[in-house]
């Protein structure tokens, strides 16, 4: 990531005045010779020149402060078009994910009522607890089964269930049927196509879509492939609640799920709820289940830390006799372990807007209308910004002046990560369920990095030892 940008400074003058006067910003006078925090990449803003793209970009919490502060009313990220080329080749509507302007902003002003708003967190809570207490039940199945008394595998196929079983619990308000031993084909065929949509979306960061399309490409062939068996599927779980609806129009008190809430509250066309339901129920699958696989290989290479994890949840149980929406707010250090995570092993490699003002950066002048990118996972590892960064130390989080600008995993501002509430949730209840009945071990040294497949994954399989307490 910043060999790519650096090597691509030399190019700068070069670009710089042959497209557009206008573009004069990325030459070595504005920005002078040194460039302390600020890597410059590629070039070209017109994308027709071949899937080049300007941006600048900072890795410090205090540039991120200045960069959020000109986001402007409708902050726009950089588009990944090979997103959008889909939905324009399969004439299907854009979700909030890939909306811009006035149209992005009435539909997330919506959308974040149902889901990300504070009052939503007590429907959400009891349905994605029985998910955790059926993957708990599921692991003691297992290792029942292995006759070892543990179980030794590879997390991921059964993280990536959970996930999808929870985000689908509150967007249909009922299950899918994930924790069970057989399993829907096309719920199965689904986790496939989001890891495929994932994984074919990278390379058509640097060649333009629209181009692979026009030559056939395999690539883009399995992308289309792949984005399709996701609208399928989350076609067929959309006409269904749509189906019982119509049936029954009495809810019976029940809350109802995110996808019944929006259709009764009828302030978005079927077509604009279809879109964005689509993308939150693919947008829940990876993201979560990653996140969490690295949450327990990190408790599983520090089991002093994880004594202490099952410690505070012990306490919160007690002295909340269970109700779970007052616990969740008595677990400070599984919440900081989450944060950890992130910092060390962000879903998203950057954050990106394009500024609507001029800013100044590190006395640099930026000009409006420049992509700004914060690289997530370089600032997560300076140690400047956090003192030893390599170590997995929870408790960094535990002071809240420690966090200006510096927990940005979910995005920042009104254009955050619209799952963000249903995410935390979900992953504080697996661990809270985990640390009550496992104990996660690892086997010897191996050393896992991160690959990139559009959002970073494990670059190797990591192999878990679970055991009953
Ligand atoms: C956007 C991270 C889970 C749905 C984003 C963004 C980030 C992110 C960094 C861009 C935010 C920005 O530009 O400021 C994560 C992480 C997750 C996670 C780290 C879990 C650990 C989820 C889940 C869902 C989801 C579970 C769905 C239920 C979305 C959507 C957007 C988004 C729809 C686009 C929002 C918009 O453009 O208005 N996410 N996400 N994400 N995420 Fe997530
Ligand atoms: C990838 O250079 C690297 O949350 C690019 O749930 C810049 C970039 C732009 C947008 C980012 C993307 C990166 C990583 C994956 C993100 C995405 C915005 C939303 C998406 C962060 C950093 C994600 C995973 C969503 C996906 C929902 C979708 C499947 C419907």
Known sequence: ???????????????????????????????????????????VPDREKIGYYNSVNIIKP????????????????????????????RNRKY??????????????VILNREVISPKVLGNFVPLLDEVGQDFVARVHKKIEMSGQDKWTTDLSQELFKYALESVGSVLYGERLGLMLDYINPEAQHFIDCISLMFKTTSPML?????????????????HVEAWDGIFNQADRCIQNIYRTMRQDTTTHGKYPGVLASLLMLDKLSIEDIKASVTELMAGGVDTTSITLLWTLYELARHPDLQEELRAEVAVARQSTQGDMLQMLKMIPLVKGALKETLRLHPVAVSLQRYITEEIIIQNYHIPCGTLVQLGLYAMGRDPDVFPRPEKYLPSRWLRTENQYFRSLGFGFGPRQCLGRRIAETEMQLFLIHMLENFRVDKQRQVEVHSTFELILLPDKPILLTLKPL
């Open 62 to 89: 205090e540039d991120a402060a200045i960069l959020f502060k000109a986001e402007g009313h409708y902050p726009k990220r950089l588009t990944v078009e090979a997103w959008t080329s889909y939905r324009d080749y």
């Open 1 to 43: 990531f910043i060999n790519a940008s650096l090597s691509c400074r030399e190019k700068m003058d070069y670009y710089e005045c042959e497209q557009n006067p206008k573009q004069v910003h990325f030459t070595n006078k504005t920005f002078g010779h040194k460039l302390p925090d600020l890597l410059f990449s590629v070039i």
């Open 206 to 222: 640097y060649i333009p879509p629209a181009m692979l399309r026009r030559v056939g490409a395999k690539i883009w062939r399995d």
């Open 95 to 108: 979700g909030v994910l890939l909306k811009n302007g006035e149209d992005w902003r009435s539909n997330r």
